[in-house]
């Protein structure tokens, strides 16, 4: 008997295009970066411009001594002024007269901390260009040091964990939500366990970027920095989004839609128990996360106002 064809899965349908990066990328093992990366331009086009800063993705985007690891015109810039170079590239094919999609590829470090201040003035400008922030909570690539969107907690080089100190002292900013607070015209958060979740978004955003200013913020866990096994980085994407510490949404104009609802989440724990960097929190440390979950999520609920409506389920 014939062996019944494998379904592929529906995300597939979205890979219009070929990977534009080498076989082998420099990222750390297990990293959902390189997914990311190969993602973006599959499902986005041949049409793309992307500029980022020193990050994680540097030594892939901008190259390594003569050489580079992809065929994508890629610009690099300082963390200070991600989005402002973004804008003067968006500026510029405009006037030219050339279509394009410019992308602004960041980690968190520089959307929420160094260059926050130019990404909200392109955001308050309506700049039409897409800002992709992959968010791995922390430096990762200088040395796993704390920024303003590592959890309050979490062990990082400079929330260590001793006699005087048990990780961040103070929670974590809700970046994408403050950029959907700028009403532009289309915020996002995504993770990459869910890919047509995520190639939905990127289209979107696509689409939406010709109204102006875009941003999608994406759960990128860290094996290295997290304390995650290697094979682990998905599932930790998946328990994220079951706990509602990384709930899927999307904004247009500031009006907030869930993608996804949990309507039984997980407890904090299940998600904290994966990750090293959490190792060290006792019951009250887990308490006060949970709550600052809860928090979030009932400030989105109640901003969409109809949590149940176009959504899939969990």
């Given at each position: 008997m014939a062996e019944k064809k494998k379904?592929?899965?529906?995300?597939?349908?979205?890979?219009?295009y070929d990977d534009p990066f080498a076989g082998g990328l420099t990222f750390c093992a297990g990293c959902p970066l390189e997914l990311l990366a190969r993602f973006v331009p599959?499902?986005?086009?041949?049409?793309?411009?992307?500029t980022g800063t020193p990050s994680c993705s540097a030594p892939v985007l901008l190259g390594q001594n003569i050489?580079?690891?992809?065929?994508?015109?890629?610009?690099?810039?300082?963390?200070?002024?991600?989005?402002?170079?973004?804008?003067g590239l968006a500026r510029f094919y405009k006037r030219k007269g050339i279509?394009?999609?410019?992308?602004?590829?960041?980690?968190?470090?520089?959307?929420?901390?160094i260059g926050f201040g130019n990404l909200?003035?392109?955001?308050?400008?309506?700049?039409?260009f897409i800002y992709i922030c992959y968010d791995n909570e922390g430096y990762m690539n200088t040395g796993i040091q704390r920024s303003s969107t590592t959890p309050a907690g979490a062990r990082t080089t400079t929330s260590p964990v001793g006699k005087m100190t048990h990780g961040k002292d103070v929670t974590s900013k809700n970046l994408p939500l403050l950029m959907a607070m700028h009403?532009?015209?289309?915020?996002?958060?995504?993770?990459?366990?869910?890919?047509?979740?995520?190639?939905?978004?990127?289209?979107?955003?696509?689409e939406k970027k010709e109204q102006g200013f875009c941003y999608l913020h994406v759960f990128c866990p860290c094996p290295t920095g997290w304390g995650v096994p290697t094979d682990g980085s998905l599932d930790l994407c998946r328990m994220a989004v079951k706990t509602n510490f990384f709930p899927l949404w999307e904004a247009e104009q500031g009006e907030i839609r869930f993608t996804r609802e949990t309507k039984k989440p997980k407890p904090i724990g299940e998600y904290t128990k994966l990750i090293k960097k959490f190792g060290h929190l006792d019951e009250e440390g887990i308490a006060r996360l949970q709550s600052d979950v809860d928090y979030n999520y009932s400030i989105l609920s109640r901003l969409s106002g109809k949590c149940e409506q176009g959504g899939s389920n969990d």
């Open positions: 379904k592929l899965s529906k995300v597939f349908n979205y890979l219009k599959r499902v986005l086009g041949e049409d793309m411009v992307i050489g580079t690891w992809h065929r994508m015109p890629y610009y690099g810039t300082l963390m200070t002024g991600a989005a402002a170079n973004a804008t279509k394009n999609t410019v992308v602004c590829f960041n980690g968190d470090g520089t959307a929420s901390d909200s003035g392109a955001a308050e400008r309506n700049e039409p009403k532009i015209p289309y915020a996002a958060t995504a993770t990459m366990s869910h890919l047509e979740d995520l190639a939905k978004k990127l289209l979107k955003a696509k």
